[in-house]
């Protein structure tokens, strides 16, 4: 009866010393091996083909120059001036306060900070762009998205807003 504890004893420390093992494992798995982020911006082509343009002169206003809509996550958001883009409203996901993001022609990137909302027109929209629908206008596209996102780019400038989160192009 002597061998039967042992072996006991031995199945104890083997079993705990692989409770240990993947423990470590788990805690010590370095974090630059993770899995990148999928690119999160909707596909141009699905857009185009399974989405419905809209007729981009019954957005135009009276308020400002350009294109205005609104977007089912209550942005007002716009196209002008040479293509620039932009939305106000709750950027989800941006630092506190920003109510800001687009480009505006002559800039390098797509951004969210206080100087674009005073490069912003005052342009107001009238009426919303419906999820499945995008408008294009001066070179850009924008789209409401079947879950009420709001996607613009022109070229290597986008941005895309979801109830989530805010994604910009890089620099």
């Known amino acids: 009866m002597t061998p039967r504890p042992q072996r006991l004893s031995l199945s104890r420390h083997?079993?705990?010393?692989?409770?240990?093992?993947?423990?470590?494992?788990?805690i010590a798995s370095p974090a630059g091996h993770a899995e990148p982020t999928a690119y999160p911006y909707p596909d141009s082509d699905l857009i185009l083909r399974s989405y419905?343009?809209?007729?981009?002169?019954?957005?135009?206003?009276?308020s400002a120059g350009g294109v205005?809509?609104?977007?089912?996550?209550?942005?007002?958001?716009g196209i002008w001036d040479r293509g620039s883009f932009g939305c106000t409203g709750d950027i989800r996901g941006a630092p506190p306060g920003t109510t800001n993001v687009g480009w505006v022609n002559g800039n390098v990137v797509t951004?969210?900070?206080?100087?674009?909302?005073?490069?912003?027109?005052?342009?107001?929209?009238?009426?919303?762009?419906?999820?499945?629908?995008?408008?294009?206008?001066?070179?850009?596209?924008?789209?409401?998205?079947?879950?009420?996102?709001t996607y613009c780019s022109r070229g290597p400038y986008k941005f895309f807003v979801t109830p989530k989160g805010t994604w910009l192009s890089p620099p």
């Open 111 to 149: 951004r969210y900070d206080w100087l674009l909302g005073v490069q912003f027109p005052p342009g107001r929209a009238e009426r919303e762009l419906a999820p499945r629908n995008y408008i294009e206008y001066n070179g850009t596209r924008c789209a409401t998205m079947a879950d009420s996102s």
């Open 52 to 62: 419905n343009l809209v007729r981009y002169d019954d957005y135009f206003t009276a």
């Open 68 to 77: 205005w809509f609104s977007t089912p996550l209550g942005l007002n958001c």
């Open 14 to 26: 083997l079993f705990g010393a692989a409770v240990l093992t993947a423990a470590l494992l788990l």
